[in-house]
T-cell receptor, first 116, second 111 residues
Framework: GAVVSQHPSRVICKSGTSVKIECRSL??????MFWYRQFPKQSLMLMAT?????????EQGVEKDKFLINHASLTLSTLTVTSAHPEDSSFYIC????????????FGQGTRLTVV | GENVEQHPSTLSVQEGDSAVIKCTYS??????FPWYKQELGKRPQLIID?????GEKKDQRIAVTLNKTAKHFSLHITETQPEDSAVYFC??????????FGPGTRLSVLP
């Protein structure tokens, strides 16, 4: 299947700093990528949909100024958590579809963010 | 919008027994239903999926059934093994929209 690579897998940062997470589709072009947040023992909650060359579409309740998403190319989307606080600590996962709508979604490895 | 419910939230079975996880969805426009397996700290992995024009699909020990009329679909794992222990998520995809995931089921296969 298609491969989605996400980096870093783990990051620890100080409160108030910013953290950038990269999501790359390695063997296919992804016009749309998705960013999820997952708290312990909970499901995947969609944060935003990242569209190549345009602004991301954020889900209700997600602060677009705090979670900056850039999708500069067909194979790369980035999520920047700005001015991170301990409550931002979570597991962040990206995904992308390899084909037209209604096809399998491939997930990145996820990033464990810990804000201290 | 689409709403996906999943039951049970936790499930313990003896090794070799079968496990069944059920999901219901609300949007009749949903026509793609994948199941993902997520081990602790790892990415969700697709294990099986079904489209709305099919009622059942099987892949070795794993099967999925879909009842469009009742808007529910189920994951069946036979001859469970300890390595089947994980969290399983169902999802529904309304055409032209984004995936909506169920809350997950934590499956424990006891040796």
């Amino acid at each position: 299947g298609a491969v989605v690579s996400q980096h870093p897998s783990r990051v620890i940062c100080k409160s108030g700093t910013s953290v950038k997470i990269e999501c790359r589709s390695l063997d296919f072009q992804a016009t749309t990528m998705f960013w999820y947040r997952q708290f312990p023992k909970q499901s995947l909650m969609l944060m935003a949909t990242s569209n190549e060359g345009s602004k991301a579409t954020y889900e209700q309740g997600v602060e677009k100024d705090k979670f900056l998403i850039n999708h500069a190319s067909l194979t790369l989307s980035t999520l920047t958590v700005t001015s991170a606080h301990p409550e931002d600590s979570s597991f962040y996962i990206c995904s992308a579809r390899s084909g037209p709508r209604n096809t399998e979604a491939f997930f990145g490895q996820g990033t464990r963010l810990t804000v201290v | 919008g689409e709403n996906v419910e999943q039951h049970p939230s936790t499930l313990s079975v003896q090794e070799g027994d079968s496990a069944v996880i059920k999901c219901t969805y609300s949007d009749s426009a949903s026509n793609y239903f994948p199941w993902y397996k997520q081990e602790l700290g790892k990415r969700p992995q697709l294990i099986i999926d079904i489209r709305s024009n099919v009622g059942e699909k099987k892949d070795q020990r794993i099967a999925v059934t879909l009842n469009k009329t009742a808007k529910h679909f189920s994951l069946h794992i036979t001859e469970t093994q300890p390595e089947d222990s994980a969290v399983y998520f169902c999802a529904a995809l309304p055409y032209g929209q984004n995936f909506v995931f169920g809350p997950g089921t934590r499956l424990s296969v006891l040796p």
